[in-house]
């Protein structure tokens, strides 16, 4: 194995070629804690002329990491060939590590890094809702219809294909009920413990992040917000810290409720984390792990209460379970302020404006069309619908999503909102 270092502004990038096994280990450590002790803590590794990487200079990696996020840095990999990536996949690594194409692209994204990441782990409202094998069946019958006119006789032409179809026929909106992650951080800033929650603790896990600090912010106290903290395994390793937020007084009374016999096996006493629960006050400015944190009472059976997350002059409001009624059509209503500006606005549009108004009205949600008419006054940069209806399969949220972008058209076309329908799994840089 041979190692070239080169500095790239604060960066230092190493080449790296041949082979990491056993015996040239120990020289990748050496190397990277040289540059640790050098005061180097932005590393980029590139493996373009790698041939190989054994479990020891996976270990080497994964120790040095760590180390470097003590320090505040960050190791990040790049030119990862078709073998080493399968290496870095079956070993579990590729969610560990910031990996690129090209060290342009790696040095260039570290430069322009938004200080802000959102990563919605479940997006549903009021209960989860299942993709069954029939929906599954209708999808895979429409792709290969689709199919049918094409040529793919490539891997890629089968990518670009697949690329193509519709979200609803070669993904879906998931089936999780709210938990949305702020990354960014150090330590993990989540809104709402709904089942989304279970599967962020299980990429943590599988990550080997850990401990950890955590700190959930809850709008309400519906179970379909709350039922995913029984299943979040890092409430259950004593080296990790958990703070529950909230704004209603019985925060700790409802989580420990729910876990109580009859209602669940597993007393919340019984997990191991050391987990607080932290009432929080209107009209006061918090400041938690690097963000400025206000909130907002909001208009739902039992209360509700939306927050503002600010940091390095970026702003996102997290607005589920509220209903907007008609002193939303004024130029004083107060969420105006709140929502002024935001570079992204999480909306609750569980609703279409006819329920909204009619059958559904004193429910506490809100639509589609009425997030879009207060992002335009409010002048909020992006717009993410969440909440989704979980009577609506994916294709009816397909035309949700849709519809709204064409209403935005028809009530502002000259403003450039931009507006996406959440989903398990989507990411959205700020």
Known sequence: MKAEVKDFQETSVIILSGRIDASTAPQLEETLI???NKGKIQILINFKETDYISSGGLRVLLIVAKELKVRDGNLRLCHLNPNIYKIFKLAGFTVIFDIYETEEEALTLRSEKPSMRIYFWGTRGSLPSSITAEMVRAKI?????EAQKRSLETDEAVV???NNLPFSVRGSYGCNTSCVQIRGA??????DAGTGLRDLGNYIMKSGKSPGIFHIFMSHLHWD???GFPF?????IHSNQINVYGFHHELEEVFTGQQDNPNFPVPLKAMSADIKFKVLELDKEYEIA????????QNHPGDSFGYSFERGGKRIVYSTDAEHKKEAESEGYSFLDFFKNADLLIFDAQYSLSDAIDIKENWGHSSNLVGVELSVKAKVKRLCLFHNEPTCDD???????NDTREYLKIHAESYPLKIDLAYDGLEIEV
């Open 34 to 36: 040289d540059l640790m």
């Open 141 to 145: 019958h429409k792709a290969i219809k």
């Open 160 to 162: 670009e294909f697949i």
């Open 186 to 191: 150090e330590e993990y800033i989540i809104c």
């Open 225 to 227: 917000h709350i039922q």
């Open 232 to 236: 979040f395994t890092p409430a259950y």
């Open 290 to 297: 690097g963000f400025k944190i206000k909130g907002t009472k």
């Open 395 to 401: 294709e009816r949220l397909d035309r949700f999503l």
